[in-house]
């Protein structure tokens, strides 16, 4: 993960859907640069914040292609459906032919999951640095950039692929050290090895998306002159799939090679953020935050992957009112909590009851046929609905109070649905119920934490 982190997260799908309604709210070009100055921040002398925009500015720096909001839930139910293999370890391999070229040929299996709902990030790469745009992922351990001469293929980005060879600092990783056996757990795939004794990874993806290249090292800058010497990352030399103009990936899991794993001896061991709406920044602070804002639930260990990052849900209120199913319902499958899944997925008995609850609530509103994966819609704009006050609680009692905006989304100009769907084997609370609230990851605590109104 040779990445250099700087400047800014931004928001890359939260709703393709919401188009008309940016409109108003875009920030113009002129201003991006005095939106940027300032934007990276040390605090307490320990911790990094960033800032976090929506895509829709003119400010992002790789800025997504626009998508119908079908193929935006499309690609976010094969994530979904990604996790429920992943934990079964049903998903198949990508194949690469860079992985043909290498001393031995492996079998491998899950690989960590990208989808279109993750977030933006400009990076530093090397000695000196050079600027990148990435895509963040808390569902993903191993960060990797695509890298020239890229052997294979490489996606269309943003600005020059990184060269290895300018970096004074770069270094490729052996197949002895013991980042290269750490790669199983960080990316779920075995690493090979070319007969240049280089470690390669692969990186696979729910959509069918993948990367492949040399695990490496580089110095990754944190701002105020500050540097993180051997950061270890992917040079990816053949990159598919669905990334859009990004030059590469981030990786927010638990795993020992992602990123705050690597920044914790430095920054400390946790992370926080706040996904913002088309209107408002938000921020990710890695290292520092401040626990007395924040309503905890712990972090569930779970064997089917300690990666990701597990919470229990308890409970869901519509209007005040618990929903009528048994408190086993809501364990009844494993719940995580993922930036970069956008609708959440609930258990099955919970999903019909939680419907129920808000389409009676909304008896008076004309329904609208199912929309893609969203069976709950009605006509007519988010606006023009009341929409009862929804609460999801947690294990220790931290709550997400829902705004109307968290329940609801606007899939056209005259339809607007419920935020979430039904799964029969992992539940995920996903980014369209994170908006504005401000959510930190204490790993060193073993918490998952959350605060209303944090974006600013």
């Known amino acids: 993960m040779g990445l250099l982190l700087s400047l800014t997260f931004f928001l890359v799908v939260l709703t393709a ?10 920030v113009s070009h002129s201003s991006c640069s005095s939106k940027f100055s300032g934007e990276l921040h040390l605090l307490d002398g320990s911790g990094l914040r960033l800032t976090l925009h929506h895509p829709r500015s003119p400010c992002s720096p790789a800025p997504l292609p626009d998508l119908p909001f079908s193929t935006i839930l499309s690609h976010d139910e094969a994530r979904a459906t990604y996790f429920a293999a992943r934990l079964t370890k049903t998903v198949p391999r990508a194949a690469s032919p860079l992985l043909q070229s290498a001393a031995v040929s492996v079998p491998l299996s899950p690989g960590n999951s990208i989808g279109v709902g993750n977030y933006v990030t400009r990076i530093n790469l090397g000695t000196p640095g050079k600027s990148y745009s990435v895509v963040a992922d808390t569902g993903s351990s191993l960060s990797w950039l695509q890298c020239s001469p890229c052997k294979v293929e490489c996606h269309p980005q943003e600005g ?8 004074a600092t770069y270094r490729s990783v052996p197949c002895s050290a013991s980042e290269c056996d750490s790669l199983e757990s960080a990316t779920l795939n075995p690493a090979a090895c070319t007969l240049s004794n280089v470690c390669v990874y692969e ?41 859009g103009r990004s030059a590469g990936l981030i990786g927010l899991a638990r795993d020992r090679l992602s990123m705050p794993s690597q920044l914790g001896p430095t920054l400390g061991y946790g992370f926080s953020y706040c996904l913002p709406t088309t209107a408002s920044s938000g921020y990710l602070s890695i290292g520092s935050n401040n626990p007395g804002r924040f309503s905890y639930t712990p972090m569930v260990s779970s064997s089917l992957d300690d990666s990701l990052y597990f ?6 209120t519509v209007g005040g009112r618990g929903l009528p199913v048994s408190a086993s319902a809501y364990t009844s499958t494993p719940t995580i909590i993922d930036s970069g899944t956008v609708i959440t997925r609930l258990p099955v008995d919970v999903y019909d009851a939680l419907s129920s609850a808000v389409a009676a609530a909304l008896r008076g509103y004309r329904r609208a046929p199912a929309y893609s994966i969203l069976d709950t819609c009605f006509r007519g704009s988010l606006s023009r609905l009341a929409v009862p006050a929804v609460d999801m609680v947690f294990q220790g009692g931290a709550t997400l109070r829902l705004a109307a905006r968290n329940v609801m989304i606007d899939v056209d100009s005259s339809t607007t649905c419920l935020a979430f769907a039904p799964s029969g084997s992992v539940a995920i609370i996903g980014n369209k119920q994170q908006q504005t609230f401000s959510v930190v990851y204490d790993v060193g605590r073993s918490r998952i934490g959350f605060a209303a109104g944090g974006c600013g």
Not at 160 to 167: D, H, M, Q, V
Not at 203 to 228: E, I, M, Q, W
Not at 311 to 316: A, D, E, F, P, V
Request: glycine share 14%.
């Open 160 to 167: 020059p692929l990184f060269n290895p060879s300018s970096s």
């Open 203 to 243: 990186a696979t993806y729910g959509d069918g998306s993948f990367s492949v290249g040399y695990l490496s090292k580089d110095t990754l800058s944190l701002g105020s002159g500050r540097r993180l010497a051997d950061f270890v990352y992917g040079c990816g030399q053949d990159n598919e799939g669905l990334f």
């Open 311 to 316: 919470i229990r849900l308890t409970g869901i």
């Open 17 to 26: 859907a919401a188009a008309a309604a940016a409109t108003s709210e875009d």
